[in-house]
């Protein structure tokens, strides 16, 4: 027979370049390959397995609603979709919630809203939606318009109207776009992932907010990534002391089920009426199932600690020889190692039995929440011992 890498080379469109790493299993915050090698998994599929693999309690709920009822269409009431909004809410102060399947999805769905709430205000032409430089908002024509990254803008022309992109921290540079007129909204991600793990200013941060409050632009956060206690607040938004008028989830959200979700504060959560947006897949009850237990036990304690081991764990990295430019808040965290590119350090820790990320220049680690300071333990000494044969 032939191997899963073949059969998957052949039928799968290659727009992955996959490690050479086939996993079959996982139980909290170690993966298994198909020979049984254990991996300590500091990728948590880029964020999404907020509480590792196959969490018991997580796995009860879900695989509960799977015999319940498995899917119903938007057509019709249901309770687990209702019962994660309310907590949603309840948790954040936002007003109402729109259910996607994706961060791009959501972040699609972000913007809707804003060009909505404009036309309805001020009427057609004030639709152009400013994000930053460096950023990275999704892959659909939207999204990837609205990322701010030079090498996304190809191919697939013509791109959409209506994105402007200004350098994070140039507060001057975003009040002269806004001055031109046309501006809908501001949408920035607080700590940039994919662009390298960089936080923003959070004076910068107070900046934006105050510019959308002046000129009555809705200002959008996209918490694909920094959302549901990957930076040991609930949102990363909390750190910073703003609160943005949309706010986009995704990844961690469902604890490995797709979702996406929009939460829209009073001003805004009335904008789209029946029939103005919508998905089939969107508030699936085994992915609400999902994300409710993932929501439940994520308490103030559990928080406390994501952000505790978060510090614990760039104090330590940052004490490693040859490990520069440790960045990152709470348990997302980017370095460089000095004398390898990111991407071969990574596929040398594949060898080593630990998975890590890439964010351009920077290896970028998204652990599961519930990692434990032995497991961070281990990963130091992997990494370090790594890091010092370079
Ligand atoms: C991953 C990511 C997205 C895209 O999410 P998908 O689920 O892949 O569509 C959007 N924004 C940010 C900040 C992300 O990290």
């Not at 729109?98 to 809203?113: M, T």
């Not at 057609?124 to 990322?147: C, D, E, M, P, Q």
Request: overall charge negative.
């Amino acid at each position: 027979m032939k191997s899963i890498k073949d059969i998957d080379k052949k039928h799968i469109i290659n727009t992955y370049n996959r490690y050479d790493l086939e996993l079959v299993e996982g139980m909290g915050v170690n993966a298994y390959d198909i020979d049984n090698k254990e991996y300590i998994d500091l990728s948590a599929g880029i964020g999404v397995n907020s509480l590792g693999f196959c969490e018991m309690g997580w796995v009860a709920s879900v695989t509960q609603q799977l015999c319940k009822l498995n899917h119903v269409s938007n057509l019709f009431y249901s309770q687990p979709d209702a019962l994660l909004a309310k907590s949603l809410c309840e948790r954040t102060g936002y007003d109402k919630v729109f259910f996607a399947n994706s961060g791009a999805e959501a972040n699609e769905g972000a913007i809707k809203i804003a060009r909505k709430y404009s036309f309805d205000k001020y009427g057609k032409g004030r639709h152009t939606v400013v994000t930053l430089v460096n950023s990275f908002h999704g892959r659909t024509i939207a999204t990837l318009t609205a990322t701010g990254q030079d090498v996304y803008h190809n191919y697939f022309f013509p791109f959409n109207d209506g994105f402007e992109y200004v350098a994070a921290g140039d507060i001057d540079a975003l009040k002269e776009i806004v001055a031109k007129g046309g501006v809908c909204a501001i949408m920035a991600e607080l700590v940039q992932g994919e662009g390298g793990v960089i936080p923003l200013d959070k004076q910068y941060v107070k900046a934006i907010r105050e510019i959308c409050n002046d000129n009555d632009i809705l200002m959008i956060i996209d918490e694909v990534q920094t959302g549901v206690g990957r930076t040991g607040k609930f949102l990363a938004a909390e750190h910073f002391g703003i609160k943005a008028d949309i706010t986009t989830l995704a990844k961690g959200l469902g604890g490995g089920l797709p979702i996406g979700a929009v939460l829209a504060s009073e001003k805004c959560s009335s904008t789209l009426g029946y029939g103005m947006h919508g998905t089939t897949f969107g508030g699936n009850p085994i992915v609400c199932a999902g994300a409710n237990y993932v929501l439940a036990r994520m308490d103030s304690d559990f928080l406390y600690e994501a952000e505790q081991k978060g510090e614990y764990f760039q104090e330590k990295l940052a004490e490693i020889e040859g490990i520069e430019e440790v960045s990152g808040l709470g348990l997302m965290i980017g370095f460089k190692v000095s004398g390898i590119e990111s991407g071969d350090f990574v596929k040398e820790g594949i060898k080593r039995g630990l998975i890590m990320l890439t964010a351009k220049q920077k290896v970028r680690l998204l652990p599961p929440l519930v990692i434990t300071y032995d497991e961070i333990d281990k990963a130091l000494a992997i990494i370090a011992a790594m890091a010092k044969k370079q």
